[in-house]
């Protein structure tokens, strides 16, 4: 039997909220409060984030983005994670797996972006 798809998503100093479905473009920039950014990890996970939320300073920084263990970036209020399907060019839902890495993500605080195609 076929679940549902799902997506997560992270309000700063919050854990993940999972709802089901697929958000469109409207619900995604309601989330996020704004235009959208979206960065695709190394593991297939698409974080989507307010592309100006660094500049807006009522949002707070969420999670720190590493290459390694050196600090590189970082994110700037809610966050919606799903995965992208190029093939279809379709944001699809979360694979069961992902739910344990962005809890990880969420406690840590961080998210480590190695560039070999793993992520850690």
Same mark, same amino acid.
């Given at each position: 039997m076929k679940t549902? #798809? %799902?997506?997560? /998503?992270?309000? #700063? &100093?919050e854990p993940w909220v999972y709802h089901v !479905? /697929? #958000?469109d473009l =409207? &619900?995604?920039?309601?989330y996020c409060g704004g235009y959208i950014e979206a %960065? =695709?990890?190394?593991? !297939?996970?698409t974080l989507i984030f307010n592309e100006e939320g660094k500049f807006d300073e =009522?949002?707070? #920084?969420?999670?720190l983005r590493t290459v390694g263990d050196i600090p590189f970036d970082y994110i700037v209020g809610?966050? /919606?994670? %799903? =995965? *992208?399907? *190029?093939?279809?060019g379709e944001l699809v839902g979360l694979n069961e797996a992902d739910i344990p890495v962005l809890t990880r993500w969420a406690d840590e605080r961080r998210f480590n972006e190695v560039y070999n195609g793993t992520e850690s």
């Open positions: 549902a #798809p %799902l997506h997560a /998503v992270k309000q #700063p &100093d !479905g /697929v #958000p =409207r &619900d995604l920039q309601s %960065l =695709r990890c190394s593991n !297939g996970i =009522r949002m707070t #920084p969420n999670l809610p966050i /919606v994670a %799903l =995965r *992208y399907e *190029y093939c279809s």
